[in-house]
């Protein structure tokens, strides 16, 4: 039988309440859920270092790695929370293969990975969100400027299924994401009507990074740039990791890779 240690990798973030309610919540159930020992580590190696504490270690990659296979760890299953295979996922991998010379290394998928696993997540989201059909939704995913994912659009699809009208999944990054945004809005007469427009982060743990780009600069900010074309905007400030139902889903990731 295999030693097997899990590497839960993440960006990281500084905002320390956010950590504890996601990230650490994140880390503890999946250890009771396994049994296994389980290291947090941040991909961000600048902020893996600024939070690290006695008692409550944060390691980079590669330190997470070492530290396992000192537990006398030949298997690492790598657990990411992120919520598609984009830039911070295929960068994980990179960094990961430089260490499976020297021991076996498995990582799971990401929340949203594919056509099942969207419509399974739309239905934890609309549990948590419960969306009301007076409001107009705009789910952001940070994504990437070079490309659109895939799990957006097979997400995009869930919520219709879903009947939900009133959900747009839109990816921060896109070229003109806020101009697919307005326009949506303006065919949902959002603009006309006077309704409550809210933001949502697709993100597991909230972050200094994605607050700037949604909501805190007058200028350039997602909801400010929404705010000045007229519509009634507000932002939900908390990450999907604060909440149990999300957080289960990493315990299924590790049972798909190991068969269970």
Known sequence: MSNKVILLASVGTNVIRSKKESYDKIQEELAAYTGLPVLQVFTDDETAHAVSEDGEKVYTVESGVEVAISMGADEIVVVPVFMTKGQLYNELAQRLDFKKEHVDIKMTEPV????????????????????QPTKEYLVVDHGNPNYHCAANTYLQEAFDK????????????????????????????????????????LIVAWGDYMANELYNDEESSLMWRLRHAGYRTVFTGEGFGEHAEFRAIYNKRFDELMGN
């Open 112 to 131: 949203l990975y594919g056509p099942e696993a969207c419509d399974q997540m739309a239905q934890v989201f609309s549990q948590i969100l419960d969306f």
């Open 162 to 201: 879903l009947g939900l009208a009133n959900v747009k999944v839109i990816q921060l990054k896109e070229r003109d994401s806020f101009g697919q945004a307005v326009a949506w809005l303006k065919g949902r007469e959002a603009d006309v009507n006077g309704t409550q427009v809210v933001i949502v982060p």
